[in-house]
């Protein structure tokens, strides 16, 4: 595909998906924040009533109150529903997935210090997988064993954590991350779309017969939409880690995803119920959040490497500019130059060059933790770089990163 149509597929698909997704996620929190803060009606109220809330916005007052069921006669002529921002995040995101990772091809999708997997094999397991985690998910929480959630939820649970092991052995970290926003967003829409739109559908037809809707249907609507409640803080944090190298690119990007996962759904747990959250969760997202902390700051690097750059620098011996220079050319200029010859960039990514020493020399943190410490770059490892070419730039800037005068 042409660069600049991927870039401009890439520029409308992101700003509809990140449109429709704050707009399902915002509603999903208005929702069960209204639910959790309904009182007694203040005065006698028409129906089946529940509670009632007020609320002030937009220059004016709002009196909700919310009715379980409604009588026949009692529908309204206009009903609002929430469904198409769910789906419209659900399509314009592997939209989205398939223009950056699956036709991006080698580059994103895998790296080859983690697998051999070919692009096809890569694109089929990613697809696959969205489409197996949901029938898996829906399985478990059909089954009798949804009657015992906590049962249920600790193999669902247990099941996450072993698609995360497995992504994060298939594709390059930066797309395993991205791979576990994906597959659990899926369950989240499959939810809208499969259990809780046709509960409410039902509940509908029912009361335009005057029938009393199937309440396990109402009951399971309402069971599937905690679980996509309590998955946005992760599914966010996968969306957004590509932007953060020390966590997708560890030594053990499963563990940091998982530990993550954990504090997210704890976290939000904590923003609904504050003083009433059991210890037990509290407890789980605080020492997750703290291992994180303490994993991240450990310059663990990926397995099969060697030394941090400081040890680098010892072993190495003193390194000139001319030799650093040197592996940023072959390395890193195909990208970042004025003029890549990557044909996937007209232009430099992330506006880095490193062509020019000045510009060098205003990165060097970075180039340290990008090519050096966490090895995410050259993205893909496109360019080979070798371990010894690593060492020697960690070494030229854990000497000083000195940059003699230019040829
Ligand atoms: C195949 C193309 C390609 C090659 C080769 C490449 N990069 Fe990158 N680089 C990218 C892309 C794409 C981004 C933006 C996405 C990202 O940050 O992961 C980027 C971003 C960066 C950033 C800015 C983001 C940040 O975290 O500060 C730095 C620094 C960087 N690369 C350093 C390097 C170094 C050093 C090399 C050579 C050892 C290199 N890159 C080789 C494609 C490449």
């Known amino acids: 595909m042409p660069a600049i149509l991927s870039e401009w597929l890439n520029i409308l ?116 997988s969205l489409v197996a985690g949901w029938l898996v998910y829906d399985a478990i929480w059909m089954s009798p064993l949804a009657k015992k959630p906590a049962a249920a939820g600790l193999l669902s649970f247990a099941l996450l954590v072993a698609a995360i092991v497995g992504f994060t052995h298939a594709f390059s970290a930066r797309a395993a991350f991205l791979q576990t926003g994906a597959f659990l967003a899926t369950i989240m829409a499959a939810n809208v779309w499969r259990r809780i739109v046709p509960a409410q559908t039902q509940m509908l037809a029912a009361t335009r017969v005057g029938q009393r809707a199937d309440a396990a249907l109402g ?47 704890a976290f939000k747990y904590w923003m609904n119920f504050r003083g009433r959250t059991p210890l037990l969760v509290q407890g789980a997202g605080a020492l997750a959040l703290l291992a994180l902390a303490g994993l991240t700051a450990s310059p663990a690097k990926r397995p099969g490497t060697t030394p941090a750059s400081a040890a680098a620098a010892a072993n190495v011996g003193p390194v000139e500019w001319e030799s650093a220079k040197g592996i940023l050319e072959r390395r890193c200029w195909t990208c970042h130059s004025a003029h890549p010859t990557n044909p996937s960039f007209p232009e430099p990514p992330a506006g880095v060059r490193l062509d020019d020493p000045e510009r060098v020399a205003a990165l060097t943190e970075r180039i340290r933790v990008r090519a050096v410490e966490t090895k995410t770059m050259p993205l893909g490892n496109l360019t080979g770089i070798t371990e010894e070419e690593r060492d020697t730039l960690g070494a030229w800037i854990a000497q000083g990163a000195r940059i003699t005068k230019a040829r």
């Not at 996620?25 to 639910?35: I, K, P, Y």
């Not at 995040?89 to 080698?106: K, Q, R």
């Open 13 to 128: 698909l992101r700003w509809t998906h990140l449109i429709a997704a704050i707009m399902w996620v915002g509603d999903s929190f208005l929702f069960m924040w209204m639910d959790s803060h309904l009182e007694e009606p203040s005065r006698p109220r028409d129906g089946d009533v529940s509670g009632e809330l007020w609320m002030v916005h937009s220059g004016g007052f709002y009196e909700l109150v919310k009715r379980r069921t409604l009588a026949p006669g009692e529908l309204p002529k206009t009903l609002h529903w929430f469904k198409w921002q769910s789906y419209t995040t659900w399509l314009s995101g592997v939209a989205l997935l398939a223009v950056v990772y699956w036709f991006g091809g080698h580059a994103w999708l895998l790296d080859n210090a983690v697998s051999s997997l070919t692009v096809a094999q890569a694109v089929a397991l990613s697809a696959g």
């Open 219 to 265: 009951a399971r609507a309402k069971q599937r939409s905690t679980h996509n409640h309590y998955m946005t803080f992760p599914v966010v944090f996968c969306m957004l880690s590509n932007h953060f190298p020390s966590m997708y690119g560890h030594a053990q990007p499963a563990l940091v995803l998982t530990l993550f996962v954990i504090f997210g759904a």
